[in-house]
């Protein structure tokens, strides 16, 4: 195709296109090959009406060059019989010389040309891409962060609901009333550790289902402040958790001498008390795992020291628990609710008793 002089003007307004896609993909997080190429489709389609409906428009992009130019390749015909799609020699040498050994030839269409109608379609067909792009980008981030923890900056709280609408990256989230930590309260403009349960992709777009009480927060936090859970040295087995109020979290190491617990608590209790700021005071009790059940439930019911552990139904995951006497409001819990995290921990149903068999008044 014969080289077309490109004025002062025309210079401009495509470096202003292009930092216009640049803008837009730091605003909306969406890379600028695919806005271009959302922009090159938009008026491919809309400049094809103009030919015929005949697909020989071709949009031409290059970000890296900075080249935006939109052409029409026409076959070279002695006769014209289909002036949509083709072209008379004459009138193709005029243009190359050279296209006609190729048999076709590129014809340069000029922006302007377009007409307000092709125009118009054209900004109608790249909404509706960047539409798509903009759902296809946030399924793609939020999927990526599946199941696990992110930072977030509140954007508004709904005084109605009190759900809070959060920024994460380029993207906003709804964090609902019920997931988030009772007693907790969250002000616009803070950042907050959420985490990320599910993905799914719905006619109205990506759902994102996020969470401040489930127990894969707490997971996430001690892999972040334990390095031997997150190098994996050390396994979380399980955790139990009553959001707002009390955890109870079971880990394991391989190897002997590697103290588990200790490595989770940190130095001074380091880095337990950053993740118990983070869930403003919820209590953490950390569980050493163990194959055999009678340890393992002993270990769940703590503070309180165990006597005994009676397996009574192995199939069923049933058993009797001795206390002693000063010991069972402990054990029990405020409202049960430490042997209930203990039982969902362990996952066997546990029938606590006092040590001298029977209870007071």
């Known amino acids: 195709m014969a080289k077309t002089r490109i004025t002062a003007k025309e210079k401009k307004d495509m470096k202003e296109f292009f930092e216009a896609l640049r ?158 930590v009772p007693g907790e309260e969250l002000h616009e403009g803070d950042h907050i550790k959420v985490y990320i349960v599910n993905v799914k992709d719905t006619d109205r777009g990506p759902r994102v289902m996020l969470s401040r009480t489930h127990p894969g927060l707490v997971k996430r936090l001690f892999e972040t402040e334990v390095p031997e859970i997150f190098d994996g040295v050390i396994e979380i087995k399980g955790i139990a958790r009553q959001a707002g109020s009390r955890t109870k979290m079971a880990v394991y190491s391989e190897n002997p001498d590697i103290d588990a617990i200790g490595a989770c608590i940190g130095p001074k209790g380091a880095r337990v008390n950053a993740i118990v700021e983070e869930l403003a005071g919820e209590k953490i009790d950390i569980i050493k795992y163990s194959d055999d059940p009678v340890e393992f439930i002993s270990g769940a019911l703590s503070p309180a020291k165990v006597v005994s552990v009676e397996i009574t139904d192995p199939e069923k995951k049933m058993c009797k628990v001795s206390v002693p006497e000063a010991q069972l409001s402990l054990a029990i819990g405020n409202k049960g609710q430490n042997v209930c995290l203990a039982a969902n921990l362990t996952g066997w149903k546990i029938d606590i008793h006092p040590e001298s068999g029977f209870f007071g008044e």
Do not use: W
Request: glycine share 6%; charged share 35%; with cysteine.
């Open 23 to 180: 803008t837009m993909e730091q605003e909306r997080g969406i890379p600028c090959e695919f806005i271009a190429q959302k922009i090159a489709e938009a008026i491919t389609v809309a400049c094809r009406k103009d030919y015929g409906g005949n697909d020989i428009v071709v949009c031409d992009i290059d970000i890296e060059n900075e080249i935006f130019e939109v052409f029409a390749r026409k076959e070279i015909v002695k006769e014209v019989e289909n002036p949509f799609t083709q072209v008379s020699e004459a009138e193709a040498k005029k243009i190359d010389p050279k296209s006609l050994k190729e048999g076709f030839v590129k014809i340069k269409i000029d922006p302007k040309k377009f007409g307000r109608i092709v125009a118009q379609n054209s900004k109608n067909n790249f909404r509706q891409g960047v539409r798509a792009a903009e759902k296809d980008q946030l399924l793609a981030d939020f999927q990526s962060k599946n199941r696990e923890l992110v930072t977030a900056h509140i954007e508004r709280i709904d005084p109605k609901t009190g759900n809070a609408i959060l920024k994460i990256g380029h993207n906003e989230a709804t964090l609902p009333k019920i997931e988030q």
